[in-house]
């Protein structure tokens, strides 16, 4: 089973672009492309929490022989795709995580020759890249108005979403799938996945990318949001290793991502107990050891599974603990 580090994790070696049976050797370390290193190599430089700092994908390249020399062979940077512009209520898009048009790349981080830079200076290491993709959703500042148009290049027309409701009921998967998140500042409208043209846009997407870029994994957002219907054939097309975020703390329902949508989870079923029996001096390690056991009845190859205990979508455990002495 591999693990994961925030800025995280052990992955699998390999030759390039490696499956998944070769993931699990690998020693993952997850990135802000953003937030890790500017162009010239620096770390430092003041900076508004909420705004785009200057890292780039030239800054990444920079400092591999630092993250080689934390032991790790793998590097998950950040989204790459065009993102919304502008400051919203929650800031800029320095994280990438909202999509506007995925045929572009994210010019704040460099460009097309720069990403492919990256990708040569990790091989040249005998290193590798592991590319951040959302499939799930867009996102605008036009909250349940929003309208699309052009700038978001494949899904210029209202037929490529969903209509529009809230995903307020996690017991009701269709609500789940088909519904938005995101709220009226920073709205995430939702592609209908359900839909030949998007489910086909989307597999010849990842075919291109990870062929255009020499990814070597992928790690996939939201995919509970997404039928499971959607991943068998996005993840033969992607024709590499990949790792998928299923945040839910059922055993069962994490597995079936798994055993019927060819998605390796993350492994958030052992997550919430395992930060339960460590964050104070009477944490039960029996809880631990049960949904271990529980995680490996409902998966096909829970040795695939993304082991963590920190990431960059739940509160870091040191914050958590309530007896300090566990750190």
């Known amino acids: 089973m591999f693990s994961y580090a925030l800025a995280l994790l052990p992955l699998l070696p390999a030759a390039l672009a490696f499956d998944n049976d070769a993931m699990r050797s690998k020693k993952v370390y997850q990135l802000i492309t953003d937030r890790f290193a500017l162009e010239d190599g620096s770390t430092s430089q003041a900076c508004d929490i909420r705004s785009y700092c200057g890292g780039t994908?030239?800054?990444?390249?920079?400092?591999?022989?630092?993250?080689?020399?934390?032991?790790?062979?793998?590097?998950?940077?950040?989204?790459?795709?065009?993102?919304?512009?502008?400051?919203?209520a929650y800031g800029e898009?320095?994280?990438?995580?909202?999509?506007?048009?995925?045929?572009?790349?994210?010019?704040?981080?460099?460009?097309?020759?720069?990403?492919?830079?990256?990708?040569?200076?990790?091989?040249?290491?005998?290193?590798?890249?592991?590319?951040?993709?959302?499939?799930?959703?867009?996102?605008?500042?036009?909250?349940?108005?929003?309208?699309?148009?052009?700038?978001?290049?494949?899904?210029?027309?209202?037929d490529s979403f969903h209509p529009f409701c809230w995903v307020d009921n996690y017991e009701n998967q269709t609500n789940v799938e088909q519904c938005w998140l995101g709220d009226d500042s920073v709205i995430l409208p939702d592609?209908?996945?359900?839909?030949?043209?998007?489910?086909?846009?989307?597999?010849?997407?990842v075919r291109n990318i990870v062929s255009n870029y020499t990814v070597d994994a992928i790690r996939i957002d939201t995919v509970k949001h997404v039928p499971h219907s959607f991943w068998p054939a996005f993840t033969e097309a992607a024709?590499?290793?990949?790792?998928?975020?299923?945040?839910?703390?059922?055993a069962k329902y994490v597995g079936d991502y798994q055993t019927n949508g060819s998605v390796n989870p993350f492994n958030y079923a052992v997550y919430y107990p395992l930060t339960r029996a460590f964050n104070s001096s009477v944490g039960s390690l029996e809880e631990v050891s049960q949904m271990v056991r529980q995680v490996a009845g409902n998966s096909s190859d829970p040795s695939l599974y993304g082991s963590f205990l920190n990431?960059?979508?739940?509160?870091?455990?040191?914050?958590?603990?309530?007896?300090?002495?566990v750190c």
């Open 239 to 250: 024709g590499v290793a990949n790792v998928g975020e299923i945040l839910y703390f059922d």
């Open 191 to 205: 592609l209908n996945t359900q839909s030949q043209t998007i489910v086909d846009y989307w597999n010849n997407w």
């Open 57 to 88: 994908w030239k800054g990444v390249a920079s400092k591999l022989d630092y993250i080689k020399g934390m032991g790790f062979d793998t590097v998950w940077i950040s989204p790459v795709v065009d993102n919304i512009e502008g400051v919203t």
């Open 311 to 325: 990431n960059h979508d739940n509160p870091r455990f040191e914050s958590m603990v309530t007896d300090r002495s």
């Open 93 to 158: 898009a320095y994280h990438g995580y909202w999509t506007r048009d995925p045929d572009q790349l994210n010019a704040n981080f460099g460009t097309p020759e720069d990403l492919r830079s990256l990708a040569q200076s990790l091989h040249d290491k005998d290193m590798y890249l592991m590319l951040d993709v959302v499939v799930n959703h867009v996102a605008s500042t036009a909250g349940q108005n929003f309208q699309t148009n052009s700038s978001y290049g494949p899904f210029s027309s209202q």
